[in-house]
């Protein structure tokens, strides 16, 4: 047919005189279809679908009239796809308003004008296909994108797993299994719905939730067999130690992924029934992304072969969990997971290898954007462009380390912004292995090397290591590179270039001891936190079992008045100096430490004249500070020289605050165990009970 690959036109009508008119006016540049009445149209809709490059359509006909014809376009989603002109003589701004919001993109009126015919209907057709390459243009750029954060994500699983002989898919176990989790919750409930922006942002923000682990020494995270209580304590702090890190990122501090991800660092480990860490938090106190990477991590953990146990089955796993042997989870997600499970089970195997998604997928989320009513076309672009930017520029800035990305064709390398101000030199440089400034900085020596073990990588084993001198800012020092070899799908395939970092060894060192010490302190009073307190007690505790210790739990009487009355910044100032005065009433070795809100901790060993020594401290701290008069209540459990554990000397003090606070405040308690009649009772202790001369 001569005018087969012209662009197809379908005029609804059921007046033949307009169809004719409309045709000879178009047939020139279109072929032109036609339907009788509106059902004739949708028949042809159904056939051709996007085939159809416009369709013209009268209101008034026989059988389907327009507007039923446009509720079915908008039913099966082809006005998506097929722009809709209304051909009407019909003017009225109630039934102008009516065909707008059913999805029409313009309007013609009878008589028709031959060149408004023809203006409207280029314009139409230009605009549908305009959309539809800025809908391919954008979809590329996710695929393009993702790419990239994939890498990134190949990266930091290599560093953090690296350490403790891992393969790096338990991260990539985690990111598969937090964005199946997601979807299939926002489907059941209401309660949460997530974009697939929001679940992009959590999925890669889920592979950051094991990064404290750095911090860990080596002969605990590789340690075989279980670990001691001393040891585990030593574990735990890697939740902490992993949000420290990402708080200390001086930039995108606001950036939905940097938020997302320091919630599941720090919180991945708390339980729903409340007996998990750092925290203790429960039930929905627990951010829901957190909650998701803790039931992914478990399931991960069970079906993996660690140095201390064999894997279990996919069955088995999902029995345990489901049956409530690995903690407590949210009910909600328990059913998610169970609705998930063979999927979960087939998209492990297939998708944690090499996670990208696809191009229907990829368009998929386009095409959500491009129908967002809130936003235009360009703004849409925009928005999604700076989300994925803010995604690398996260990862660039995390660690503030020199991040680039090198390809054979062109021979080009971009640096992050961050890497390119520390070097001094521009952000992209062509031809690196030539270039004066690179070449003055790593040495050409270095870099044909780090070319020789990028070029000898594989596709299945992409990652190198090298560590060589740079001169960065006049001074010569020792830096790791971590890169990854990036290669075509071809067969055989072909080496593309590399993604990478290079870390200031010395830098690092140090930034990780800080890091340790922000993950064991209090950020507000700079006391040991509760975590680092409870664990230096349980080791002196179990040092020296029949010494004779005392725990105090110290609160501040009346807090909230000062926050009240003075504000919250007043409020900090009375804590630290309250902190400042804790550690002046006690001996350099001794235990403090701020328990949480205005609630503190002292354990230190006794001797004889403990009675005076507790008048001592309880004077010492009362007093006023800038016109807010300082009151304390405090608890007191002793071990009495018999061997105690951290748990119950916790309870017993915990009791004999209470009872001090229920006296009228300002005062303090021993521990007797007439406290256990007015309050729950726990397992049997071994507190020393208050004096009789008390």
Same mark, same amino acid.
């Given at each position: 047919?001569?005018?087969?690959?012209?662009?197809?036109?379908?005029?609804?009508?059921?007046?033949?005189?307009?169809?004719?008119?409309?045709?000879?006016?178009?047939?020139?540049?279109?072929?032109?279809?036609?339907?009788?009445?509106?059902?004739?149209?949708?028949?042809?809709?159904?056939?051709?679908?996007?085939?159809?490059?416009?369709?013209?359509?009268?209101?008034?006909?026989?059988?389907?009239?327009?507007?039923?014809?446009?509720?079915?376009?908008?039913?099966?989603?082809?006005?998506?796809?097929?722009?809709?002109?209304?051909?009407?003589?019909?003017?009225?701004?109630?039934?102008?308003?009516?065909?707008?919001?059913?999805?029409?993109?313009?309007?013609?009126?009878?008589?028709?004008?031959?060149?408004?015919?023809?203006?409207?209907?280029?314009?139409?057709?230009?605009?549908?296909?305009?959309?539809?390459?800025?809908?391919?243009?954008?979809?590329?750029?996710?695929?393009?994108?993702?790419?990239?954060?994939?890498?990134?994500?190949?990266?930091?699983?290599?560093?953090?797993?690296?350490?403790?002989?891992?393969?790096?898919?338990?991260?990539?176990?985690?990111?598969?299994?937090?964005?199946?989790?997601?979807?299939?919750?926002? &489907?059941?409930?209401?309660?949460?719905?997530?974009?697939?922006?929001?679940?992009?942002?959590?999925?890669?923000?889920?592979?950051?939730?094991?990064?404290?682990?750095?911090?860990?020494?080596?002969?605990?995270?590789?340690?075989?067999?279980?670990?001691?209580?001393?040891?585990?304590?030593?574990?735990?702090?890697?939740?902490?130690?992993?949000?420290?890190?990402?708080?200390?990122?001086?930039?995108?501090?606001?950036?939905?992924?940097?938020?997302?991800?320091?919630?599941?660092?720090?919180?991945?480990?708390?339980?729903?029934?409340?007996?998990?860490?750092?925290?203790?938090?429960?039930?929905?106190?627990?951010?829901?992304?957190?909650?998701?990477?803790?039931?992914?991590?478990?399931?991960?953990?069970?079906?993996?072969?660690?140095?201390?146990?064999?894997?279990?089955?996919?069955?088995?796993?999902?029995?345990?969990?489901?049956?409530?042997?690995?903690?407590?989870?949210?009910?909600?997600?328990?059913?998610?997971?169970?609705?998930?499970?063979?999927?979960?089970?087939?998209?492990?195997?297939?998708?944690?290898?090499?996670?990208?998604?696809?191009?229907?997928?990829?368009?998929?989320?386009?095409?959500?954007?491009?129908?967002?009513?809130?936003?235009?076309?360009?703004?849409?672009?925009?928005?999604?462009?700076?989300?994925?930017?803010?995604?690398?520029?996260?990862?660039?800035?995390?660690?503030?380390?020199?991040?680039?990305?090198?390809?054979?064709?062109?021979?080009?390398?971009?640096?992050?912004?961050?890497?390119? &101000?520390?070097?001094?030199?521009?952000?992209?440089?062509?031809?690196?292995?030539?270039?004066?400034?690179?070449?003055?900085?790593?040495?050409?020596?270095?870099?044909?090397?780090?070319?020789?073990?990028?070029?000898?990588?594989?596709?299945?084993?992409?990652?190198?290591?090298?560590?060589?001198?740079?001169?960065?800012?006049?001074?010569?020092?020792?830096?790791?590179?971590?890169?990854?070899?990036?290669?075509?799908?071809?067969?055989?395939?072909?080496?593309?270039?590399?993604?990478?970092?290079?870390?200031?060894?010395?830098?690092?060192?140090?930034?990780?001891?800080?890091?340790?010490?922000?993950?064991?302190?209090?950020?507000?009073?700079?006391?040991?936190?509760?975590?680092?307190?409870?664990?230096?007690?349980?080791?002196?505790?179990?040092?020296?079992?029949?010494?004779?210790?005392?725990?105090?739990?110290?609160?501040?009487?009346?807090?909230?008045?000062?926050?009240?009355?003075?504000?919250?910044?007043?409020?900090?100032?009375?804590?630290?100096?309250?902190?400042?005065?804790?550690?002046?009433?006690?001996?350099?070795?001794?235990?403090?430490?701020?328990?949480?809100?205005?609630?503190?901790?002292?354990?230190?060993?006794?001797?004889?004249?403990?009675?005076?020594?507790?008048?001592?401290?309880?004077?010492?701290?009362?007093?006023?500070?800038?016109?807010?008069?300082?009151?304390?209540?405090?608890?007191?459990?002793?071990?009495?020289?018999?061997?105690?554990?951290?748990?119950?000397?916790?309870?017993?003090?915990?009791?004999?605050?209470?009872?001090?606070?229920?006296?009228?405040?300002?005062?303090?308690?021993?521990?007797?165990?007439?406290?256990?009649?007015?309050?729950?009772?726990?397992?049997?202790?071994?507190?020393?009970?208050?004096?009789?001369?008390?």
């Amino acid at each position: 047919m001569a005018g087969s690959n012209k662009p197809k036109i379908l005029i609804a009508d059921d007046s033949e005189m307009n169809r004719s008119i409309l045709q000879d006016m178009l047939e020139d540049e279109y072929e032109i279809l036609e339907a009788e009445n509106g059902k004739e149209a949708v028949v042809k809709l159904q056939q051709m679908g996007s085939e159809i490059a416009l369709l013209l359509l009268d209101i008034v006909m026989p059988e389907m009239d327009g507007f039923e014809v446009l509720t079915m376009m908008n039913r099966y989603h082809w006005i998506d796809d097929v722009p809709v002109i209304i051909i009407s003589s019909e003017s009225s701004s109630a039934y102008l308003e009516r065909a707008y919001e059913a999805g029409v993109t313009d309007y013609i009126s009878r008589p028709f004008d031959d060149l408004i015919v023809h203006r409207r209907v280029i314009n139409t057709i230009l605009l549908y296909a305009k959309q539809k390459r800025l809908m391919g243009l954008v979809a590329d750029q996710i695929l393009e994108k993702e790419k990239q954060s994939s890498l990134m994500i190949d990266i930091l699983s290599h560093i953090v797993e690296f350490r403790n002989g891992e393969s790096g898919l338990h991260t990539r176990n985690i990111h598969t299994i937090t964005e199946l989790l997601l979807r299939r919750l926002g &489907q059941i409930s209401d309660k949460y719905q997530f974009s697939h922006e929001e679940i992009s942002v959590i999925s890669t923000a889920s592979a950051l939730h094991d990064i404290g682990k750095i911090a860990i020494p080596s002969e605990i995270l590789n340690k075989p067999g279980k670990l001691t209580n001393e040891e585990y304590e030593i574990m735990k702090t890697h939740s902490a130690v992993g949000d420290a890190m990402l708080e200390q990122i001086p930039f995108y501090q606001e950036e939905a992924l940097v938020k997302e991800a320091r919630e599941i660092c720090r919180w991945h480990h708390e339980r729903y029934d409340g007996r998990g860490y750092p925290d203790g938090l429960k039930g929905e106190e627990i951010p829901i992304s957190a909650q998701i990477v803790s039931l992914a991590d478990v399931y991960d953990a069970l079906t993996s072969e660690r140095a201390y146990k064999k894997a279990f089955s996919h069955e088995k796993a999902m029995e345990m969990i489901l049956n409530g042997e690995c903690g407590a989870f949210n009910p909600d997600l328990l059913g998610c997971f169970r609705d998930i499970a063979d999927e979960m089970r087939n998209e492990l195997k297939t998708r944690s290898g090499n996670r990208q998604i696809d191009q229907m997928e990829a368009r998929s989320i386009t095409d959500e954007m491009l129908h967002h009513k809130d936003l235009t076309t360009s703004e849409r672009t925009l928005r999604l462009l700076e989300h994925e930017r803010a995604k690398y520029a996260f990862f660039a800035s995390m660690s503030r380390e020199i991040q680039f990305e090198y390809s054979v064709d062109p021979a080009m390398v971009t640096l992050s912004e961050w890497g390119a &101000q520390q070097l001094g030199i521009r952000e992209i440089t062509m031809d690196p292995l030539h270039d004066e400034a690179i070449v003055g900085i790593i040495g050409r020596e270095a870099l044909e090397e780090l070319s020789r073990l990028l070029r000898g990588t594989t596709p299945e084993k992409p990652v190198v290591e090298y560590n060589c001198k740079q001169l960065v800012g006049g001074e010569s020092r020792w830096y790791r590179v971590i890169c990854r070899a990036t290669w075509s799908s071809d067969e055989p395939a072909v080496y593309l270039g590399a993604i990478g970092k290079s870390i200031d060894v010395h830098t690092e060192h140090t930034r990780m001891t800080d890091l340790e010490r922000r993950a064991s302190h209090d950020g507000l009073t700079g006391l040991l936190n509760r975590s680092k307190a409870e664990m230096l007690i349980r080791e002196r505790l179990s040092g020296k079992p029949e010494g004779n210790y005392a725990l105090f739990i110290i609160d501040l009487d009346y807090f909230k008045t000062a926050n009240d009355q003075y504000g919250h910044i007043f409020g900090d100032r009375v804590l630290q100096y309250l902190a400042e005065k804790l550690q002046q009433s006690v001996r350099s070795g001794d235990i403090v430490a701020r328990v949480g809100g205005d609630e503190f901790l002292i354990f230190l060993e006794y001797r004889d004249g403990f009675e005076m020594a507790v008048e001592r401290i309880f004077n010492f701290l009362k007093g006023e500070y800038e016109g807010f008069q300082m009151s304390v209540s405090m608890g007191i459990a002793r071990t009495g020289g018999a061997p105690s554990e951290y748990e119950d000397l916790f309870h017993c003090a915990d009791q004999a605050l209470y009872a001090a606070k229920r006296a009228g405040r300002g005062r303090y308690e021993f521990y007797e165990d007439s406290m256990n009649d007015t309050l729950s009772a726990i397992s049997p202790i071994d507190c020393d009970t208050k004096p009789a001369e008390e």
